[in-house]
Structure formats: C-alpha cells, structure tokens
C-alpha cells in the first residue's frame, strides 16, 4: 500500500455506542482472486506449530518432532493426492506451509489448485501467496509541491467551528500536542513498521531498533539478498525495462522509489525536542523496522512472518527478535477479502503477545483493504484538516477511527477551501538509490494509520498492561464525533469523494490522542467494556471529562 509523497508521484462490523462491543464475522469462504500467485499457504487440521521441537523441554522434544514429522508427511499425502508433488514446502506463520511451485501461479490455475486442496478433508485453509501493493496513489494536483511554511499542523491542538475562517480549523487533528501535556512517550512502547524498510536519517537514527528483512523473492528485494538482518530501504523503483523485460515485472507500475517507510517511521517517532527538523508522535518512540516488501509490493506469506516476527513470536529460520513490539503498522494491502494467514496471525498476536495491527484503509475511495478489513484490526481512515473524508480515503463499516492523512483534493470546487498541504514530515531525496536525507509533504491513508500507531504507542506508554482488546475499545469509546456541515453531502457509494463521515462510513469517530492517553491511564475491565459499563460509564465518563477540562486549562495557560 502507499499514500503520496509530495515529492514523489470482511471484517463487517457494526459499531454500537454506549459500550456495546462491535462483534465481527470473519468468514473464511473461499474467493477467487484475479491476481498472480507466488504459491499457495495452506494450514492442515490440527497441525502442530513449526517451533514446538525447538521451545519444547529436553525429554519432550522427540515427541514434538515426531508429531511435526508427521505433519509433513500428512501433507505431503495430501499434496500427492492433489497432484501436487512437486511443490516446495516453507514453514510460514505458526502451522502453516508455503507451497513453492518454481514459477509464478496465473489467477485461474491458483484458484483451481487452492480448490482441490479445500475439498480435502484434512486441510483447515489455503489462501493463495498474492503480493500485496502499498495503497493507490490518489490523483491530487499537489505532488509536486515544497515543504511550506504550514508545518506540521496535523500535531497542533484541536480547533474551529463551522463559524471560523479555515485557516482556524484543525477540527480533523488528533491533538497530538494537548496529549503530550500528559505524557511524550516511552521507548519501550516501540512500533513495529511493516513496510519497505527505512533510510538513514539523522532525524530517525537514534530511534530505531534492529529489525529484520522478510523479502524472500531475490528480484523484489532489490539488495541482492533474500531474507536477512539488514531492514534498510535500498529503493523499489521499477523501470520501464524491467516491466517490458522480466514476467515479474509486468504488472508493477513504472514508478521512482517511495520511501515509504522512512516516512511512516518518522511520523511515529521522529527524533523530537533536538532542535532539528520535525517532531514525532512519541518523543521518545523507538520503531522497529521490518522489512516486508521490495519492488512492486509484498508477499502475504513474508508479511505473516514479518507481523508474527516483530511481535516476539519465533519464525523459522529467523534469529529471535530481542526488542518485541505491541504495536504492528501495516501500509500495505490486497483488495481481495481477509484470508486465513492474515486472520490466524492477527489472533494469535492479540491472544499470546497483546500486540494490535493498526493498518491503513486505503485510497481508492472503495472498500476497505486488506489486512485492514480483518477481524481484531485498528483499521484507519483518512480525513483532511477540517475533518471530511479525504478526497482518495476508503470508507466502510469495517473503518475503526479516522484521523488526518493529508488532502490536496482532486480539482473541485471545494478543493480552494477545504484542500490541505499534507502531513510534514521524514523522506529522502533519492530518485531510485537513496539519496539525501530530507523532508516531505505526504497525502494517504498509509499516514494516517502511524498517527494512530503513534497514539496507541502513547497509551501503552502510561499503561504498558493494556490489552489488544483494551486499546481497540479505548480509541473508539475516545474519539471525537465526526464534524457536520450543511455543504457537503455524507459519504455514500454515490458520494465517494471529499465527504461527511458517519459512524457508518469511518468509524467510531476522530482519532482524539488525549482523551484516548486519559482512557488509557484508568481503563474499564474487558468484562464491564463489552457489558455496557467501564468506558460509557458514569464515572469513567465524569473521570475523561475532568482531564479534558484540566487539559484545557493547561493550554489556556500557555
């Protein structure tokens, strides 16, 4: 997935108020996709989990081998009654298996040979090992535009009214500023970013943990490297040559390098209070650079290992990860439905790590991408400065909260008071090799998801006890309701453009960074949140009210 640099050219959930949980059916039927594949994932029933022989104790290990042992020879069984015994096998995600089949899968062979492995009875699931894109690159006029004398707006307190001049209006922010009166952040709330890796920075250096790189297929990696420890961002430009001339090329667009985890990384944890540059959400945040993509997007199967990895859970092959994050953002994304790789290791980092996948929605003004339409997932949506849809953003049920992604608009007429110049902030000035360090602009929902990340790494910075389920609620029973106006039509699928958001189209409301931090410090039990109590309660709600008012008072006092 990707936003826009100025420089650069099933989950179905309905979300109730006053407590309620919003429950989501995650149905894992079988959808033909219209992509290439690199393989299949395929999980048996009851499959052991790859590492079980290597954690398992001394005098248990014979037998956890013999039962993975088994496994594969259960599977192999399987392939051969499907006709398939010449597919590789790859441990991918806890239990499952990447079937290599030495050459990239069209749609219709993918889908007819997940087929006939589903209808064996020993399969739980296969979903095909699709390669997942950064977000569409929304048509607005203002790629081309310099870092200008609005900075970064997009951190300033909340502000306006219907009744103020726009250039008052900042009713769309998460008021990352006025949140900072409670905490800057902690470095042990790291965020995990899933992207293309990062560059060199002095404005990001000194906040960065050692990841690792995930990219398995050589001429994607673009660093002449498959998997390694080394998550820097060598470029993923593609040329017109390398489209016309290589079959894995064909259908990328011809494009010069994003950056796009450089620039992720610095809006969640640019170095801030140095006298240099620009602020991060969490001064004092650390992110953890996974590298899950190259050249022309990112396999499912490495994005997988790469979430699962960054979470602290073992990978094999991969060294373990000595800094775990809680906090998991993916900018990347497939237009097809969630699928069971993605849901089982989304489950599995709630349930075992307490870690949440915050993913960006994506910018097609369509229906919200994947792995963002998951189940369990902080799925964000982008809004301009005054707080309307973005003129590019997805919209949906499947929408947690939204906050600011930026918006140069699309030609409209209501483009010269309600566009924005974008959200300030880290880039690089290299065309295909990384070039100088610099600064940018940028416009997606690939930006406004590490908002929000920045702000789950806040509440995890006053309570580090939080659980997934915890944070989810906290930022929707916090969020600001959506901004009106009597000139601009709600979002629908007839008015997909720069519109009004309801609950129903961006979820629960605003993203508000201070009244989530309040949440955080004094959260409601799970047990009272889905009984109606806790967070819509009388006191919690008396408990908000009073640090929002002392908040205020603080900045009147300013």
């Not at 961006?506 to 009272?528: H, R």
């Not at 908000?544 to 603080?554: D, F, H, I, P, S």
């Amino acid at each position: 997935m990707t936003g826009v640099s100025a420089t650069t050219s099933a989950r179905s959930c309905g979300l109730r108020w006053l407590g309620m949980a919003c429950m989501a059916l995650w149905i894992g039927a079988a959808v033909a996709s219209e992509r290439s594949a690199h393989g299949l994932i395929v999980q048996l029933k009851d499959a052991p989990a790859h590492v079980a022989a290597q954690v398992a104790p001394a005098n248990e290990r014979r037998v956890a081998q013999a039962a993975l042992d088994t496994a594969h020879d259960r599977l192999r069984r399987v392939l051969g009654s499907a006709g398939m015994t010449d597919a590789r096998l790859r441990p991918v995600g806890r239990a499952a298996q990447l079937l290599e089949f030495g050459r990239v899968l069209g749609p219709a062979e993918a889908a007819s040979l997940a087929d006939r492995l589903r209808s064996r009875p020993e399969v739980a699931w296969v979903v095909p090992n699709e390669r997942e894109q950064r977000l569409q690159v929304p048509s607005d006029p203002m790629f081309g535009s310099t870092v200008n004398s609005s900075g970064q707006w997009w951190m300033f307190p909340i502000s306006g009214s219907n009744a103020n001049a726009l250039e008052d209006r900042r009713r769309g922010v998460p008021g990352l500023q006025s949140a900072w009166a409670i905490t800057t952040g902690a470095s042990a709330a790291a965020v995990a970013v899933l992207d293309n890796g990062i560059t060199s920075h002095p404005d990001l250096d000194a906040h960065v943990l050692p990841g690792y790189d995930f990219v398995s297929i050589v001429e994607y990696a673009n660093d002449g490297t498959g998997p390694d420890p080394n998550p820097s961002d060598p470029g993923d430009w593609v040329t017109q040559a390398e489209k016309d001339g290589n079959t894995l090329f064909k259908d990328c667009n011809v494009e010069d390098s994003s950056w796009h985890g450089t620039i992720i990384a610095g809006i969640v944890a640019a170095v801030t209070n140095n006298g240099v540059g620009v602020a991060g959400s969490n001064w004092n945040g650390r992110v953890l650079p996974v590298r899950v993509a190259g050249k022309c997007g990112a396999d499912v199967a490495d994005i997988v290992d790469g979430m699962r990895w960054a979470a602290g859970l073992e990978v094999t092959g991969v060294p373990p990860n000595a800094n775990p994050a809680r906090v998991i953002n993916i900018s990347f994304g497939g237009d097809a439905p969630c699928n069971a790789a993605y849901q089982s290791a989304i489950d599995e980092l709630a349930t075992l790590k307490k870690a949440v996948v915050v993913a960006a929605a994506g910018n097609e003004r369509g229906a919200v991408r994947r792995p963002a339409s998951c189940s369990g997932v902080v799925a964000v949506g982008a809004l301009n400065r005054d707080g309307f849809k973005s003129t590019y953003s997805n919209f949906g049920s499947a929408i947690t909260v939204s906050t600011v992604g930026g918006d140069a608009g699309d030609g409209g007429a209501s483009d010269a008071l309600l566009a924005d110049d974008g959200l300030l902030t880290l880039h690089n000035e290299g065309l295909q090799e990384p070039g100088m360090p610099g600064y940018a602009n940028v416009f997606g929902t690939s930006f406004a998801a590490p908002i929000a990340s920045g702000v789950v790494s806040l509440m995890l910075s006053v309570n580090a006890s939080l659980t997934t389920s915890q944070i989810i609620n906290g930022l929707r029973v916090s969020a600001r309701p959506h901004v009106t106006s009597t000139t601009i039509g709600q979002c629908s699928a007839q008015n997909s453009g720069r519109c009004i958001c309801t609950t129903a189209t961006c979820g629960a409301g605003i993203l508000d960074a201070a009244q989530s931090v309040s949440y955080a410090q004094n959260p409601p039990s799970e047990e009272q949140a889905s009984s109606g109590g806790g967070a819509f309660g009388l006191v919690w709600l008396l408990a908000l009210g009073g640090a929002v008012t002392a908040l205020a008072r603080r900045r009147e006092e300013r």
